[in-house]
């Protein structure tokens, strides 16, 4: 499957499951959502690993810094950044603040040494930010409204550390394959859940949760998590973090179109113009079309 292909899906996904969370953290908690969410990941992504013998020790410690700084900041900061947060502001706020991702994710590139952003980037981020900003505020008018919110500096260090994610999956992963590599980073946020509710006196949410919201889980640790963590993983390793953090701009999007499903709340105009700036703010940047017309 194309890497295109894999990340427009992934911001379907995760625009489902930013659905799914707001249901199931009344009843699970934060932590507990967290855990279980990351340890039905690797206890699916793991057994085949082991099975076909593909977990060689010494790439993992070849690799071990970055996968660690993924596994702590990228996958348990980032979600526990992002779950906390958003309670704690408008989903105006959240969703603006999303658009920075691919921006951050250049930003941390340069300093790293992936150099400065080229023109199709450039025009990719600033399509992307216009398109979000449309799809989370069709009427321009709410913009001197906006007021700064305490969840607004947790959304912004959880997307500063998944654009680090992406970011060190790119430039310092230098013998461990995207599949490998998530199962690692999803162990590791795992444990990170675990550990900290312990920590914070919520360990009550990580015993296992009711029968019923087990399907809702299910579909948060295989849907949400195995298949677009490794999705995502392979994007960004061919195309860039930079540009495969565009996709992320599609799930605000993606959250619009479930909501429109699930509620019955249509999209405005304005919206719909933002989601078709947002689609070719990614294919701009990943030159989806040039690629497609020099392989015909």
């Known amino acids: 499957m194309p890497v295109q292909a894999g990340l427009l899906l992934t911001a379907l996904l995760w625009g489902a499951t930013l659905i799914a969370a707001r249901i199931l953290v009344p009843d699970t908690g934060i932590y507990g ?11 699916v992504l793991l057994p085949p690993l ?5 977990l060689h020790m010494p790439s993992l410690f070849r690799d071990g810094v970055p996968l660690a700084l993924m596994g702590v900041i990228g996958v348990f900061g980032f979600s526990w950044c992002l779950f906390t947060g958003l309670p704690m502001t408008s989903p105006v706020n959240a969703a603006l603040i999303m658009t920075l991702n691919p921006a951050l994710a250049a930003l941390f590139g340069g300093m790293m040494g992936a150099g400065l952003p080229g023109r199709r980037l450039v025009a990719g981020l600033v399509l992307g930010m216009a398109g979000v900003a ?10 001197a409204a906006l007021r700064f919110n305490p969840g607004d500096g947790l959304i912004l260090a959880g997307n500063a550390g998944w654009a680090l ?19 690692v980073t999803m162990s590791l946020g795992a444990l990170c859940f675990a550990i900290a509710a312990l920590v914070a006196g919520h ?7 009711a029968p019923g919201l087990w399907p809702l889980i299910g579909f948060l640790a295989i849907g949400g998590t195995v298949l ?6 392979r994007g960004v390793m061919a195309l860039g973090a930079a ?30 113009i933002g989601a ?3 689609g070719a703010g990614l294919v701009i940047a990943t030159g989806l079309f040039s690629r497609a017309r020099a392989s015909a």
């Open 33 to 43: 959502l967290g855990f279980w969410r990351f340890l039905i990941a690797a206890a």
């Open 50 to 54: 082991l099975i076909h013998r593909r």
């Open 134 to 143: 449309l799809v989370s505020m069709p009427d321009l008018a709410h913009l």
């Open 165 to 183: 994610y992406g970011v060190l999956a790119r430039l310092r992963l230098k013998a461990t394959p995207p599949d490998i590599a998530t199962a």
């Open 203 to 209: 360990g009550v949410e990580i015993l296992p949760p």
């Open 228 to 233: 677009t963590y490794v999705w995502w993983t």
């Open 243 to 272: 540009r495969a953090a565009l996709a992320y701009n599609l799930v605000p999007v993606a959250a619009m179109g479930f909501t429109w499903v699930l509620y019955g709340t249509a999209p405005l105009p304005a919206q719909i």
């Open 276 to 278: 078709i700036l947002a």
